[in-house]
């Protein structure tokens, strides 16, 4: 099964635009998109849920995973954001004579704290995040609950992403680094001393509801260190792609989109699914 710590890899899950525990998503720009301008709130407060899903074979049967997302997202004054997100990961068995049928677990939360100004037409945002690993990803463990769920590691991450507003279209990019700390194996202990992940996206408003929304995300994958030696893989590299429709309306946001490792053309489809709500209390 694919582990649920894949993070960046799907570039749409987040629902606030600069919440920074991703790229920048379509949902927070599409009601700004065509006249430029931000309403004056203090306290904007999104909670957001979203669902990527995608077939997950095993080697024993067939089946789809389902990697489900709450997220809190706090915006002050349209500066200093504090973002939560808890994950988790569902397996559902299609073959008849698997057993178990199903399976499920809690995923590492993330933590992030965010600072965001304009510039000019430009959005530019800085934040730091830490990643708790609450999931399961020993793997004895693993293999007797049938299912991994976490990375193992304590992450610390950084991100900078700058975003343009031209009417009607927004485009932006972000690079973020993280660095897993420590964790322990029955060989010794292991790290992972850094992950660079970029993304590059664009949205276009088609209209004062709906919102087009496409982006690539290369990621450098530095190997494991085990005891200080590192695996004889290398540096990885992934590039994944996405696509989807934003429907805006009021504080109502709805997010319809696929993405796909492009790397790797035998990876599957994921389909993505959010809905987000967002409370406002104006100066």
Same mark, same amino acid.
């Given at each position: ?12 899950? %987040? ?8 790229? @920048?998503? @379509? ?11 931000? %309403?004056? !709130? ?19 049967? &067939? ?21 939560? =997100? ?22 590492? @939360? ?18 730091? #995040? ?7 990803? &020993? ?7 049938? $299912? ?19 009417? @009607? $279209? ?7 680094? =993280? ?15 850094? $992950?660079?992940?970029? &993304? ?20 450098? #994958? ?8 590192? !695996? ?10 996405? %696509? ?40």
């Amino acid at each position: 099964m694919k582990n649920i710590a894949r993070g960046f890899l799907s570039t749409v899950a %987040a629902v606030v635009l600069l919440s920074a525990i991703g790229a @920048p998503a @379509p949902a927070q720009t599409t009601a700004h998109q065509r006249v430029g301008v931000e %309403a004056k !709130d203090s306290v904007e407060a999104t909670v957001g849920t979203t669902l990527e899903i995608f077939r997950s074979d095993t080697t024993k049967t &067939n089946g789809v995973e389902i990697d489900p997302t709450i997220s809190l997202d706090l915006f002050f004054r349209r500066r200093f954001g504090l973002s939560f =997100e808890v994950p988790a990961l569902v397996w559902i068995a299609t073959g008849r004579e698997a057993v178990p049928r199903a399976v499920g677990a809690v995923g590492d @939360p993330e933590v992030t704290a965010s600072y965001t100004f304009r510039l000019s037409d430009w959005r530019l945002s800085a934040a730091l #995040s830490y990643t708790h690993p609450l999931g399961i990803w &020993n793997y004895y463990e693993a293999r007797e609950r049938q $299912i991994a769920s976490g990375s193992g590691y304590p992450k610390l991450g950084a991100l900078f992403s700058a975003v343009r507003y031209l009417d @009607p $279209i927004v485009t932006g990019t972000s690079l973020r680094g =993280e660095t897993c700390f420590a964790r322990p194996e029955r060989s010794g202990t292991s790290t992972r001393p850094l $992950i660079l992940t970029a &993304n590059l996206f664009a949205t276009e408003a088609l209209n004062d509801v709906v919102a087009l929304s496409a982006s690539l995300s290369p990621k450098l #994958s530095w190997p494991r260190y085990l005891n200080g030696v590192p !695996d004889e893989s290398g540096i990885i590299y992934s590039l994944t792609g996405s %696509a989807s429709l934003v429907f805006s309306e009021k504080d109502h946001t709805l997010r319809i989109g696929v993405s796909k490792l492009l790397s790797d053309y035998s990876s599957p489809v994921a389909f993505d699914l959010g809905f987000s709500h967002t409370f406002r209390k104006k100066e």
